[in-house]
């Protein structure tokens, strides 16, 4: 366990020094205060049609709004606020995506072309344990990524004075899993064909693109369960039960994948 947390570690570090991963810390930032401007505007908008709505039926001052009318004003500004959290969460989630296939694709991979792999394999550490400390370092990056998001999506929330969506309670967690999937397939895949090649099969293997009685339907992941898009606009919440099955799902797949990837990395010859 010691030699797979200092690997781990070692991961983490060198992720770390990678620009790609900064710009998209700054470039969640970014969206967070975009989506805020966006925002204020369909505020300004939603609040001047409801004026000019009220001053056009009976011509009085907006500030004299019925308690229907107020509860109609704050249906639709809540509306706006599930739409923009829906989009904000579908961005979120699709950096997220590629940020994992980017780390999980060239974790082992890049090592093995740089040759520094020999140098941490000649030391008294395993494949097994230098495989698994490089996916639980990338495992702890998409834990950083994910808590940054939602801190973004919470932060949003506070500056507008709009409540969450109830749809959003567990889809921090189902993208963290959604990410895991993807990572470890991408993991697999990379030590079969080129990283990107890789990548791009692993984004692109989910069972969406099917449907039964289609044996890849079966065969293949399905992404799309661990996607509430349509519960968060809506603002439902997502059953703790549909969670824990997904959880399970992902958790044996993940298990399948490293296993393979496994088998695979000890097999290779590393030149």
Known sequence: MKAIALIAGDSIRALLHRRFLIGLMIASVALTIGVSSMFNSMRANITA???????????????????????????????????FQTAFYFIATLGGNLVALFIFSTAVSSEIRGGTIRITLAKPVSRTQFLLGKYAGAVAVMAAYTVIASA????????????????????????????LMMGALALLLSLLMHPFVAAVLAFFAGNAF?????????ILPSYSDFEPYSKIMSGVVVKASDVAWLTLYAVDFVLVMLLLALWRFRKKEIV
């Not at 507008?160 to 309670?169: E, I, K, N, R, W």
């Not at 099917?210 to 079966?218: C, E, F, G, R, W």
């Open 210 to 218: 099917y449907s039964p009685p289609n044996p890849l339907y079966y």
């Open 152 to 179: 973004c999506v919470i932060a949003f929330a506070h500056v507008q004075q709009v409540g969450l969506s109830p749809g959003l309670v567990y889809a921090p967690w189902l993208m963290f899993m959604e990410q």
């Open 49 to 83: 049609g409801m004026e000019e709505s009220i001053a056009a039926k009976g011509g009085r001052d907006g500030k004299e709004m019925t308690e229907k009318e107020r509860r109609q004003m704050r249906e639709a500004m809540e509306h706006a606020s599930f739409g």
